[in-house]
DNA sequence: AGCACAGTTTACCGATCTGTACACCCAAAG
DNA sequence: CTTTGGGTGTACAGATCGGTAAACTGTGCT
């Protein structure tokens, strides 16, 4: 049970499940794509629900260092961060394997507010909360959690969208209207 | 085969799906929930994809219905009917049995961009956006497709963040949001 | 050499999945 | 009354679901 056997079984269920749903996915598939034998999957992972809460855990690892480290590239202030990331938004948009954002799709498909997998994915949204509070904290905005809040909201909103609608370009879109909200919230 | 009856096959059918998902049902669980047998199930849609569909029609006329007139009930001047729409949304939140909406859920369980029940599920987001725009142009803002898209974002933000964080009240914050982007774009 | 252990193969479990074959029932038409 | 035909229930097909049993293989440690 090499821990590293492990990481690399929740790297690549992570991109099945990414591309193509959880429930859709199932463990056979899994066994199949990995390579590695159903027992010795069932070895790592009790059941398949522990199994997608550890692709959720390196999701969010993953997704929330980009995000970070790509505003930081992208901007120096924390006002213009705040702006990044609508770019760097758009950059993922625009990857062609881009499919949305997986904890959005988790919650999705498990509903229940008490189940471990839809916690989890709220966990994700609550960090990421706080990171923008942060920075609005830092731009020296007047209610920094309510604005947090409202750029989140252009975010997600964002990403849905883009999922759905293939045409106009969201991230943009988003960027001007978090552009307003922030300058109407320095001054 | 009484039209009458298809129809309640479908309502039905939404609810199931609305609150336990798309994969998660199986058509042996709406045979039971329904009363009718599976023969006649498979009489009226050939194929669970065809129910599903038939469902979304559904969902689509039901929510745009309720939407639109509730806006028209809570408020007159389309900038007014503009920033209603965000009241209407919180009343839903506060719903015991609201679960999101349906079609982004499809959308993320349906995730290939080319199959009838994302296309159908993107189709309904379009038709919001018309509306929007539709208000846009006639409160008089500059850019209305912008605006409208900018205030869908917002929307849309607000219902999944809604779904998988819930502390905070997402329409208001929302709606203040709207009333910043909206005096904007007025002037 | 001998042991421990990660990982494999193969076969299987009962449940559930979408979808179908077929005989039956009952009302309207001849 | 008999025939016709739509709607029904039963029973099933074939695949897949999540998960397990048991015996084997290979490697490293002592």
């Not at 948009?93 to 229940?112: L, S, T, V």
């Not at 964002?158 to 919230?185: G, P």
Request: net charge negative.
């Amino acid at each position: 049970m090499r821990p590293n056997k492990r990481d690399e079984l929740v790297r690549k269920a992570l991109q099945v499940f990414y591309r193509d749903g959880f429930h859709a996915t199932g463990m056979d598939r899994l066994v199949v794509e990995t390579g590695v034998s159903k027992t010795s999957m069932y070895k790592h992972f009790r059941t398949k629900e522990e199994l997608i809460l550890a692709v959720l855990r390196l999701r969010d690892e993953n997704f929330r260092n980009w995000f970070v480290r790509r505003i930081e590239e992208l901007a120096d202030t924390p006002a213009d961060q705040l702006l990044a990331a609508f770019d760097a938004l758009g950059e993922w948009f625009h990857e062609d394997n881009f499919r949305g954002c997986m904890f959005i799709k988790a919650g999705a498909e498990y509903q229940d507010p008490d189940h471990p997998i839809h916690v989890q994915a709220g966990e994700h949204k609550r960090l990421l909360l706080e990171y923008f509070s942060d920075l609005c904290r830092k731009a020296g905005a007047r209610d920094p959690d309510k604005l947090a809040c409202q750029l989140l909201l252009l975010k997600e909103g964002a990403i849905v969208t883009a999922v759905l609608l293939h045409s106009c370009d969201l991230a943009r879109d988003a960027k001007e209207a978090a552009q307003v909200l922030l300058q109407n919230a320095l001054v």
